[in-house]
């Protein structure tokens, strides 16, 4: 069984603040993928990174996948109140063969004061 | 066009009871997914379709949980003798095919309580 663990749980910023959330696993990914839940929604996909060392930028957003494909971490710069939210990484099996099954890590639960 | 829908968005029902919930896809979408959230974590994997067979149920916690796709659209999960433990968030997901570079389009979910 696959697990991603991330960290850290709950994380409680000012406005304006950097940040930076790990997703960690013992095993391989195919792919990593990070999603934003707001409260009584589903997730919604920010991005997908499928090459080992690939870092991908969205607007104030960094999501690196690290050269193992074990790893990834999200980081927000100058974090805004309308950044909170629960953020979860999922990744798919590299040895798997039920495309598109996703693994996801617990969740960061994140709150940006103002 | 229309996103993932889930019905009933609400079900309160009791222990021992029978439940059905419902998603529809996004229109034509081949690959249909099912998970589980419970308060405080990360969302579970159940059970995926690939059109109308389901290509991997390894996720379903036992026997009580069944789920169809008779027509390969709209999507029911079905679980029997509920028990409190079942109460959690269900999630339905859809993409345009089972790859792992296509985006996984979630509905807001059916939240089940049992009491």
């Known amino acids: 069984t696959q697990l991603l663990e991330q960290s850290p749980q709950f994380l409680s910023i000012q406005e304006g603040e950097n940040l930076t959330v790990y997703c960690n696993s013992s095993?391989?990914?195919?792919?990593l993928q990070w999603y934003r839940q707001e409260p009584g929604e589903g997730p919604v996909l920010l991005v997908t990174?499928?090459?080992?060392?690939e870092v991908k930028k969205l607007k104030r957003l960094t999501f690196q996948f690290g050269d193992a494909r074990k790893d990834s971490s999200l980081h927000i710069t100058a974090a805004q109140p309308g950044d909170t939210g629960l953020y979860l990484c999922?990744?798919?099996?590299?040895?798997?063969?039920?495309?598109?099954?996703?693994?996801f890590g617990q969740g960061t639960i994140l709150t940006v004061h103002p | 066009g229309a996103g993932v829908s889930q019905t009933p968005s609400n079900k309160v029902t009791e222990k021992g009871k029978y439940v059905e919930l419902r998603c529809d896809p996004i229109?034509?979408?081949?690959?249909l997914y099912w998970y589980r959230q419970s308060l405080g974590q990360g969302p579970e994997f159940l059970i995926y379709?690939?059109?109308?067979?389901?290509?991997?149920d390894s996720g379903l916690p036992n026997d009580r949980f069944f789920a169809v796709r008779p027509e390969g659209s709209v999507s029911t999960l079905k679980i029997q003798r509920t028990e409190r433990g079942d109460s959690a968030v269900y999630l339905c997901?859809?993409?345009?095919?089972?790859?792992?570079?296509?985006?996984?389009?979630f509905g807001p979910g059916t939240r089940l309580l049992v009491l």
């Open positions: 229109s034509g979408h081949t690959a």
């Open positions: 095993s391989v990914f195919s792919s």
């Open positions: 997901a859809s993409s345009l095919t089972p790859t792992s570079w296509e985006t996984q389009y």
């Open positions: 379709f690939q059109g109308t067979g389901a290509a991997d």
């Open positions: 999922a990744g798919e099996d590299a040895g798997g063969t039920s495309y598109g099954k996703l693994t």
């Open positions: 990174v499928v090459t080992g060392g």
